[in-house]
């Protein structure tokens, strides 16, 4: 019977007041955002950090628990610091967003201006962006699709 009690009690992490565990308040800005970016890595691995960004709050509670944080805590200096924590990292995942949407742009316009020169047009409108984007089978925000409307009729002219 004193076993069984030792057993259960061994996954407890010891926490301070308002239940968070001590090794999280010990823990700097920095290194809990890293860890942070760390978990969407090793969580999320074949997601784009767009789709990431869209559900960043599902994200951000999922990480926080796993860390054993509870969801509301009335700590404000613990809030202070989970909120630095994560503006961190939604500025990290903004930089990575840009990143990837710089890549996706310029990869989709080449083949926008192809399939342009392939129906011989001489300029593409918005209706020619979501044809090409509905034969791709691709999805893209309004943002990005007036971005690829733009560099599209940039890129047709200097050929």
């Known amino acids: 019977m004193e076993e069984q009690k030792t057993q259960e009690m061994e996954p407890y992490t010891v926490h301070l007041g308002h239940g968070i565990p001590v090794e999280i308040w010990e823990k700097s800005v920095d290194d809990l955002a890293k860890e942070f970016l760390k ?29 054993e944080v509870p969801v509301f805590t009335t700590n404000p200096e613990f809030e202070l610091k989970k909120e630095k924590v994560e503006m961190l990292v939604e500025t990290e995942l903004e930089k990575r967003v840009m990143k990837e949407n710089k890549e996706l742009l310029s990869f989709l316009t080449s083949k926008i201006v192809e399939w342009a020169k392939k129906n011989e047009l001489s300029k593409i409108t918005k209706t020619d962006v979501d044809i090409f984007l509905m034969e791709e089978e691709l999805l893209l925000s309004s943002r990005l699709k007036d971005m690829l409307h733009r560099m599209a009729n940039l890129g047709i002219r200097k050929d």
């Open 39 to 67: 978990f969407i890595e090793k969580e999320f691995p074949k997601e784009k950090y767009n789709a990431i960004e869209k559900h960043k709050d599902q994200t951000f509670r999922l990480f926080w628990l796993t860390k």
